[in-house]
């Protein structure tokens, strides 16, 4: 009974690819029109003789996956690969299946595809392959020498299209734009009718054809590896040249100038500096948990050496102290004199020979814009030489005084823009003849304005140097007695007034009086509050200032001054006096 089964057609394994290549050769027919196979219901006789049964009993209710499509969705259509011609390659048909001994089989002429209603598990039978004799009209003959003939006509679901050998008249199997067509099992067709868009055809010949054999493989390796050979030999051969100048033996040699022994210009820098560095020193000072880097230089044959004070004041009365020659030789010094306020020192070696004293100049020759030269050891760099020009005269200038005030050095000094640096100090300051003109004490900071070397700023072109007169007189003393003296005025001054000139106070703090009485200024007439304003016609702006002008003096020099007393200006004339230094 089939009360509410389906009656029409089963429909094929879809799913299972020997299913369909069995139901694809059920189909074919004899070549002389003989009977075609004829459909065989699930149990008769025959039907699974032989035959392996399959994984999934049939479904008599012909439930999609593996019956028939349901009512709501056609038979998902079976999917083949599209050969993609490579441009404008031909492409011969594809072949049909070969599962039957005896010859490929083809479809029914004109026949858009074929079903196979044979059920799971029966055996197709397929016709025995005629030889091929004069093909009829309307036939043609397949690659293994068999004729196609026209099979019964068989109801089926509708199905996409095989791939068969085409008839006269009937158009070439359409191709689509992608390797793979589209699988959706449960989506509809592309149109009401089931069947898909056409395409156009693919350019393809009639019959078979001999398969051609691809040789780009080979070629494209061949030229991949073509390639990389060349690289490496090119590398090899672009690095040789390289680093060899080409492939000749001559190699390449750039012009030089010869080796010149000769000497330099005495004026110039070079010659001075020859000659100046083998009696320029460095020292290192240590005691009192300090340590101090500063120049020095020869001032005779028996060892002496002059320095700023500030370079030696870290030893104080016993601290080592070291010298080093521009030959690097080594030797230990002891001090001789020293003074705060002019800020200069002497020092001593014994035991080394072949010393070389350098000439002082006289700094009252000195012009502005002339051309300087300044040794040293800036940071410790020993043995640098800078240059540069006199930038300003008689600068006054106050150094020192970090401890107590007690040790403030007064100054009327050269100023240079020669680089002059920490460790500079107490270094020669010399002429354009490699004569000493100065003494290397101070710079002027970018970051702590006017002060001592022992900052740690950089020049910015503002040096300062001892003039080599007064340096001179202060070395003779140092050496001779120990002490220095400073020329006096004998009188106290007022270093808060802010007026111009140099104010002589009322009364002193203890409650001397202001002015010595005997002194200079008593014998010259001097009062207290009297505001001197210059200074040898010299004008004064300062306390400081007045210092400065009376110690660029020996003591016994005659001074005139311009005194401001009750709104008039009056000169007095005095002979400065002695005092002795620390």
Do not use: C
Not at 224 to 245: C, P
Not at 452 to 467: D, H, K, T, W
Not at 524 to 552: F, M, S, W, Y
């Amino acid at each position: 009974m089939d009360d509410g089964k389906h009656t029409g057609p089963r429909a094929a394994w879809w799913n299972r690819a020997g299913a369909r290549r069995r139901a694809e050769a059920a189909s074919a027919t004899p070549a002389d029109g003989g009977p075609g196979p004829v459909d065989a219901e699930p149990g008769a006789p025959g039907a699974g003789a032989g035959q392996p049964r399959p994984l999934h009993e049939p479904d008599e209710y012909s439930t999609p996956p593996y019956g028939g499509p349901g009512p709501w969705a056609p038979a998902p259509p079976v999917q083949r690969p599209v050969p993609t011609p490579a441009h404008g390659t031909p492409v011969p048909p594809a072949y049909p299946p070969h599962d039957a001994p005896g010859g490929p089989q083809t479809a029914a002429p004109g026949a858009p595809g074929t079903h196979s209603t044979v059920p799971p598990g029966a055996p197709a039978p397929a016709a025995p392959p005629v030889p091929a004799e004069a093909p009829a009209a309307g036939q043609q003959t397949g690659g293994a020498g068999f004729t196609a003939a026209p099979a019964p006509a068989v109801p089926a679901q509708p199905a996409p299209p095989q791939t068969a050998f085409a008839q006269p008249g009937a158009q070439p199997p359409p191709a689509t734009g992608a390797q793979w067509l589209q699988y959706d099992p449960w989506g509809a067709p592309a149109d009401s009718g089931g069947a898909r868009p056409p395409a156009a055809p693919l350019d393809y010949q009639d019959g078979p054809g001999p398969r051609r054999s691809s040789s780009r493989g080979p070629l494209v390796a061949g030229a991949v590896l073509l390639a990389l050979v060349s690289g490496v030999i090119g590398g090899g051969i672009g690095s040789y040249t390289e680093r060899n100048g080409g492939f000749g033996t001559d190699r390449v040699e750039l012009d030089q100038a010869p080796r010149e022994d000769r000497d330099r210009a005495p004026d110039s820098v070079a010659g001075i500096a020859a000659r100046a560095l083998p009696g320029v020193v460095t020292l290192h000072v240590g005691g009192g948990g300090e340590q101090g880097t500063g120049t020095g230089f020869v001032l005779d044959k028996q060892g002496h050496i002059l320095t700023n004070n500030h370079v030696i004041d870290p030893a104080g009365g016993s601290g080592p102290i070291s010298v080093t020659f521009s030959s690097g030789e080594t030797a230990a010094a002891t001090l001789v004199g020293k003074d705060s306020g002019y800020d200069l020192a002497v020092v001593k070696v014994t035991g080394v020979s072949g010393l070389t004293p350098l000439p002082l100049g006289n700094s009252e020759n000195v012009r502005v814009g002339d051309p300087v030269v300044a040794i040293g050891a800036p940071f410790d760099l020993q043995n640098t030489v800078t240059s540069g020009i006199i930038s300003a005269k008689e600068r006054p200038i106050t150094a020192g005084g970090e401890k107590d005030g007690s040790d403030v050095s007064y100054v009327d000094a050269l100023q240079t823009d020669a680089p002059i640096n920490p460790g500079n100090s107490g270094g020669p300051l010399m002429d354009s003849q490699g004569r000493v003109i100065g003494i290397n004490s101070a710079i002027r900071a970018a970051d702590s304005g006017n002060g001592p070397e022992g900052s740690q700023s950089g020049s910015i072109g503002l040096g300062f140097a001892i003039p080599v007169n007064q340096g001179k007189r202060v070395a003779e003393e140092l050496i001779n007695t120990g002490r220095a003296t400073h020329p006096v005025i004998g009188v106290s001054l007022d270093m808060r007034y802010n007026g111009e000139g140099a104010r002589v106070s009322s009364k002193n703090s203890d409650g001397s009086p202001a002015v010595v009485p005997g002194g200079p200024s008593a014998k010259a007439g001097i009062r207290p509050g009297d505001v001197i304003t210059k200074v040898d016609g010299q004008k004064v702006n300062g306390g400081e200032e007045l210092i400065v002008k009376i110690r660029a003096h020996r003591p016994g020099d005659e001074l005139e001054l311009t005194v401001l007393r009750d709104g008039r200006n009056i000169t007095k004339k005095l002979t400065l006096g002695s005092a002795t230094g620390d």
